[in-house]
Structure formats: structure tokens, C-alpha cells
């Protein structure tokens, strides 16, 4: 069985810090695809960006960045210079290959203090 | 390019009533669909999944049911609502051919049973 697991329930920090969201997953698989989604008050759910487990370069875009580890089992999203527009919900989520299926951890609520 | 639509976007209904939330999406074919439901502060939980016409999954068992009557429609429908039926549903699709399951998200629809 496949797990999701997002440790921080509720993080604050100020904006103009960076800030990392962590994310450790649990599967037997060898090929399987990691997910980032924000939540925004709005509350639909955007998409960010998916990793595949053979890929483990990271991943730079704008102020947002991954870091995927294997050996960890983790895939950790860090925010840059935050911004108020960054506070959201943000979920971390696992897919195996051919599955239909998506795992969604528990989510992490980012507040950035003006 | 591809859009996903969801009404009613908000709705209070008293305990007992019946419930019909309805799903599309335009600019794919043959898409894999799904309803989440997100209690309030709470992750997102996998209700019912389809891979095609007349084709359902069920996740969770419960008072509610979907269908799917065409490819790209799906309807999340109860007989009778609880209090518990409260909650944030949101419907995603993802293309039925890849071998990943990047889903995308429709803006949900929030549902008070009082």
C-alpha cells in the first residue's frame, strides 16, 4: 500500500522568508509519480508540478524549487522570498504507474504574514 | 485546451433532501473522472472514480452514488442527505491514456446540509 505523509499541519512565517513544505511517501513500486497542488482559499485545487521516480534532478521554477530524494523517500517543496499570495494549503500526492489512483497526503496550511 | 466545469458552486440543503452535483469537461475524450470530498479543514477523500461511460468505482461506501451517462459527465447524486454529507466536493479529470495521473481540478462545489 502506498502513503503520503505531510508532517506539518500549519506553518507561518513572514513574507520574504523561505520556507519549506515536507513530504515523505511509502511504496513498494519502483516506477511511481510524485504531485504538488496548491489550495488556495478559492479552493480549487492547481497543480505545480509532477516528478517521476526515475528522475531525481530537481526542480527550479520562479520562487518555487523541489528537492526529490529517493534514499529519503521524500520530495520537500521550498518557497522562496514568499509572498502573501503563497498562503494556501498546499497537498503532496503519489501515483503508481497504471494506476488511476491518486494518494494525497494531508496537506500543509502556509500562512505568509505581511 | 481542456476545461472542467462543476454547478451548483454552492448549496444548502436540509437533512433528508436529495443531492445532484453535476461534472463536465470539454477539449478531451475518453478522460478518467473523480469526486473528492474535503470536510472543512480537513484532506481530500476519493468518493467515486470512473474510467468510462457506465463504469464506477466506489471508494468509500455511503449514502451517495455517481454516474456517468457520457464520456465526459459525471453526477454525484444522493436520496437522502446527511449532516455528515457537508463538505467541499471537487471533481477531477485526467487523460485516460497516460501511464500518470496528473488530475486536474474543477473550481468544487460547496455543499451545507442543515
Known amino acids: 500500500a502506498q502513503k503520503v505523509t505531510q508532517a506539518q499541519t500549519e506553518i507561518s512565517v513572514v513574507e520574504k522568508e523561505d520556507v519549506t513544505l515536507d513530504c515523505v511517501y511509502e511504496?513498494?513500486?519502483?516506477?511511481?509519480?510524485l504531485f504538488w497542488y496548491k489550495q488556495p482559499p478559492s479552493g480549487e485545487l492547481v497543480f505545480l508540478i509532477r516528478r517521476n521516480s526515475f528522475d531525481e534532478q530537481n526542480e527550479i521554477s520562479g520562487r518555487y524549487s523541489w528537492n526529490f530524494q529517493k534514499s529519503t523517500s521524500s520530495f520537500n517543496f521550498t518557497i522562496t522570498a514568499s509572498q502573501v499570495v503563497d498562503s494556501a494549503v498546499y497537498f503532496c500526492a503519489l501515483s503508481m504507474r497504471g494506476n488511476e489512483k491518486l494518494t494525497f497526503g494531508t496537506g500543509t496550511r502556509l500562512t505568509i504574514i505581511p | 485546451s481542456q476545461t472542467i466545469h462543476q454547478w451548483p458552486a454552492t448549496l444548502v440543503q436540509p437533512v433528508g433532501s436529495p443531492l445532484s452535483l453535476e461534472c463536465t469537461v470539454e477539449g478531451t475524450s475518453n478522460p478518467n473522472l473523480y469526486w473528492y470530498r474535503q470536510a472543512a479543514g480537513r484532506g481530500l477523500q476519493l468518493l467515486f472514480y470512473s474510467v468510462g461511460i457506465g463504469q464506477i468505482s466506489s471508494e468509500v461506501p455511503q449514502n451517495l452514488s455517481a454516474s456517468r451517462p457520457q464520456d465526459r459527465q459525471f453526477i454525484l447524486s444522493s436520496k437522502k442527505l446527511l449532516l455528515s454529507d457537508s463538505g467541499f466536493y471537487l471533481c477531477a479529470w485526467t487523460s485516460g491514456r497516460r501511464l500518470y495521473n496528473e488530475q486536474f481540478f474543477g473550481p468544487g462545489t460547496r455543499l451545507t446540509v442543515l
Open positions: 511504496t513498494r513500486d519502483t516506477t511511481y509519480y
